[in-house]
């Protein structure tokens, strides 16, 4: 069994910058992919980002504000978020893939239970 917790959610002023992190524990087959999906009320859950193999991939709206990073010894994922923008305001959910892509839900092994982002005008 996996289980992922997410934190560092919180209410940042617009183009600020947050930094996520997500703590994994139990099998959670190393060489797969992890990643961040977001979703806002009334919205389909998105991809945002996520690294496998030392690759990393990002959806357009985010690319050049957020990095996805990995320690594998610490099990741990994270998202560094920057230049914050109201449209970034969402539930964040960490992921744990099936194999090697986790860019679609349908790819997605594992869920966090989420952490709530919440930029300010």
């Known amino acids: 069994q996996v289980q992922l917790v997410e934190s560092g959610g919180g209410l940042v002023q617009a183009g600020g910058s947050l930094r996520l992190s997500c703590d994994a524990s139990?099998?959670?087959?190393?060489?797969?992919?992890m990643g961040w999906f977001r979703q806002a009320p009334g919205k389909e859950r998105e991809f945002q980002a996520s690294?496998?193999?030392?690759?990393?991939y990002y959806a357009d709206s985010v690319k050049g504000r957020f990095t996805i990073s990995r320690d594998n010894a610490k099990n741990t994922v994270y998202l560094q978020m920057n230049y914050l923008k109201p449209e970034d305001t969402a539930v964040y959910y960490c992921?744990?893939?099936?194999?090697?892509?986790?860019?679609?839900?349908?790819?997605?092994?594992?869920w966090g239970k989420g952490t709530l982002v919440t930029v300010s005008s």
């Open positions: 992921a744990l893939g099936r194999g090697y892509d986790v860019t679609t839900p349908q790819r997605v092994e594992y």
């Open positions: 139990g099998r959670t087959f190393s060489p797969y992919a």
């Open positions: 690294i496998s193999g030392g690759l990393t």
